[in-house]
Nanobody
Framework: QVQLVESGGGLVQAGDSLTLSCEAS????????LGWFRQAPGKAREFVAA????????LYADSAKGRFTISRDYAKNMMALQMSSLKPEDTAVYYC???????????????????WGQGTQVTVSS
């Protein structure tokens, strides 16, 4: 089992950069595939980015490609989402998620994740 805590959200202006962190506690951090999702008010939760358990594979939503970078630090049991060129439409609560896997899968479907953080708010003003 793993517990996830996000941090790093805040209020920024369009064009700014922001890095979100997800700290994991529990055992076997390296056994989990990880992902970032977001949910804007009145909208469904949507996939942002994901990384495989070994970190060698990543996947991004079209909206994130070229602007966001997902990474993980096994020594610190942490995952990060570096966001640049932020837009007002990036405004949402961002969640990190984890699921124990045994392969190299990167997972973009939220229902496949077993563990979730509480979320961190990102607001991008125009």
């Amino acid at each position: 089992q793993v517990q996830l805590v996000e941090s790093g959200g805040g209020l920024v202006q369009a064009g700014d950069s922001l890095t979100l962190s997800c700290e994991a506690s529990g055992r076997d951090f390296g056994s989990y595939a990880l992902g970032w999702f977001r949910q804007a008010p009145g909208k469904a939760r949507e996939f942002v980015a994901a990384t495989s358990r070994a970190g060698g594979r990543t996947l991004y939503a079209d909206s994130a490609k070229g602007r966001f970078t997902i990474s993980r630090d096994y020594a610190k049991n942490m995952m990060a989402l570096q966001m640049s060129s932020l837009k007002p439409e990036d405004t949402a609560v961002y969640y990190c998620a984890a699921v124990k896997t045994y392969g190299v899968a990167v997972i973009s479907t939220d229902t496949e994740y077993d563990y979730w953080g509480q979320g961190t708010q990102v607001t991008v003003s125009s």
